[in-house]
């Protein structure tokens, strides 16, 4: 979930067509920056809305109510949404009657002091809170402050049935756990979402049943640490010692979670993320490999090959177990892509440190990567604790650095399906140009390939792989 996917202004707020009610009068632009998660939540607060009265429309200009959906990540991506507060702000002089509200880990940082730094915000909602959406929407209209912030231990949404927005009818994301309690010393996420808790595999089902009727091809299951989910009957993980031994008993974990679902739908394929090295264990990858609806690709997060810099960050595994991981993962699914995310110049990152990133990297070879200077954000124990002592100009040497080796592995990944042939699952047209079509492959690698007609948009297809680049896959498609 790495990715801060900044999505296609044009496209905003786009629901599906048998999304929408025909009897709600009120408008929704509702936008999202930051992880897939950001963007399901938004897919969430549309259906809550829809119930309220609301349409999505993908028109800034012609909407009621405006939602932007934050993230807190990096200071950098703070800045992002400011300046996107500055576009609402024009358009607000034209239509005074508009409000704005601020969702996500943003709303969840800032809290009340948002209303007082951004004069255009009218309410204030935190990840856990947007079953308060139509209450506070109310509250506004008339003339109050609206701003709702309380974490939740229970709040899954479990029963709420996403909006999906632009979506290509094709693949979807489905929320399995929220939260995280692993309190890695930099980051944010642990204080804007709260703890982590799993959601019921029923409600999961049937959320991926509804998908199967629409006719959806892909899923990709979502969680800030998928291979910690754990479901006994509800709440806190920590409380599982404490649950009933029935509940102990009857208990699903990631593994069993991922079995039911591949089982259950095999028309579907399946992608999960963010896996994270230390609660990644070989049950999970022999389940892939028992499923071949189960992609075959892992994002497994490392930040650091400096087990010293992991202590720091209390990632709580060392550099020789995650080389046990992947050593694992290359055993039991030899043609399983993996990806990171890194952080160049933590707080007390020396050249050493960086070395050992690098030769970490020269070991994997990863298919594709994430990475970043580190950005301290407030409130995290390194912010409080550590000193962020590694000059700009260092951090984003070591930056390039670590993007210019990871150009090269992705290019060696791409270039060893040269000659191959791969299934590819369509999911739109390529952006450059209408005669061809884009899809990616089971290593979720993006695929190029010409139209020949007879072939559409959701099919599963096979493609003979003829040319590349570091990060794209080019060939023709092949008749069955
Ligand atoms: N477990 C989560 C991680 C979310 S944060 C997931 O689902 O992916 C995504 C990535 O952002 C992290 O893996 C890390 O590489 C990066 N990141 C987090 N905090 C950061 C910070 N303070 N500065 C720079 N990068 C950061
Ligand atoms: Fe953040 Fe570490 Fe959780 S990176 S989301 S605290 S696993």
Redesign the pocket.
């Known amino acids: 979930?790495?990715t801060e996917n900044i999505i296609d202004e044009k496209k905003q707020g786009q629901a599906l067509v048998t999304d929408i009610k025909k009897d709600n009068t009120k408008k929704l632009f509702i936008e999202s920056y930051g992880?897939q998660m950001n963007l399901n939540d938004s897919e969430i607060v549309a259906a809550i809305l829809s119930d309220a009265g609301f349409n999505t429309t993908p028109h800034l200009e012609a909407a009621d109510l405006v939602l932007v959906n934050t993230c807190s990540?990096?200071e950098k991506a703070e800045q992002t949404v400011r300046k996107r507060l500055e576009k609402y702000n024009a358009v607000k002089k034209i239509n005074p009657r508009m409000k704005v509200g601020v969702l996500g880990c943003m709303a969840e940082r800032l809290k009340r002091q948002f209303l007082e730094e951004e004069k255009i915000v009218d309410l204030v909602v935190g990840p856990d809170a947007y079953r308060d959406l139509p209450n506070l929407i109310e509250e506004v209209e008339a003339g109050r402050e609206a701003v709702n912030v309380i974490l939740s231990k229970e709040e899954t949404y479990a029963d709420v049935s996403p909006v999906r927005l632009n979506s290509n009818g094709v693949s979807a994301f489905v929320s399995i756990t929220r939260g995280?309690d692993n309190m890695c010393t930099?980051?944010?996420?642990p204080f804007t979402r709260g703890r982590e808790r799993s959601r019921d595999p029923q409600s999961i089902l049937k959320e991926i049943q509804e998908l199967a009727d629409k006719n959806f091809k892909e899923v990709t299951l979502l969680g800030?640490?998928v291979d910690s989910y754990l479901w006994y009957g509800g709440g806190l993980k920590k409380d599982f010692k404490k649950a009933s031994d029935i509940a102990k008993a009857t208990s699903v974990g990631f593994d069993n979670l991922l079995d039911l679902c591949a089982i259950q739908f095999p028309k579907i394929r399946f992608r999960f993320?963010?896996s994270?090295p230390q609660d990644m264990h070989t049950d999970v990858l022999h389940i892939m490999a028992k499923h071949d609806n189960i992609c075959k690709y892992i994002h497994l997060?490392v930040?650091t090959g400096s087990t010293r810099m992991l202590g720091r960050m209390n990632r709580q595994h060392t550099r020789e177990e995650y080389i046990t991981l992947i050593d694992n993962i290359r055993k039991i699914l030899p043609d399983c892509a993996i990806s990171q995310?890194?952080?160049a110049g933590f707080c007390g990152e020396t050249e050493e440190d960086h070395q050992e990133t690098l030769s970490l990297m020269n070991y994997v070879k990863y298919d594709f990567g994430?990475m970043?200077?580190?950005?301290?954000?407030p409130g995290t124990l390194a912010a409080k604790k550590m000193a962020d002592d590694v000059p700009q100009e260092i951090k984003k040497r070591r930056l390039t650095e670590i993007i210019q080796l990871q150009q090269k592995h992705g290019l060696y990944r791409m270039e060893q399906f040269l000659g191959k042939t791969v299934e590819v699952l369509i999911e739109g047209t390529s952006k450059k140009s209408d005669l061809h079509w884009k899809g990616r492959n089971s290593q979720n690698a993006v695929v190029i390939f010409s139209k020949t007609g007879e072939e559409a948009l959701g099919d599963f297809v096979q493609v003979k792989i003829e040319t590349c680049t570091s990060a794209t896959l080019i060939g023709e498609k092949i008749k069955k």
């Open positions: 979930m790495a992880c990540i990096r995280c930099f980051c944010v996420v800030q640490n993320s963010t994270n997060p930040q995310d890194m952080i994430f970043f200077a580190y950005s301290e954000r």
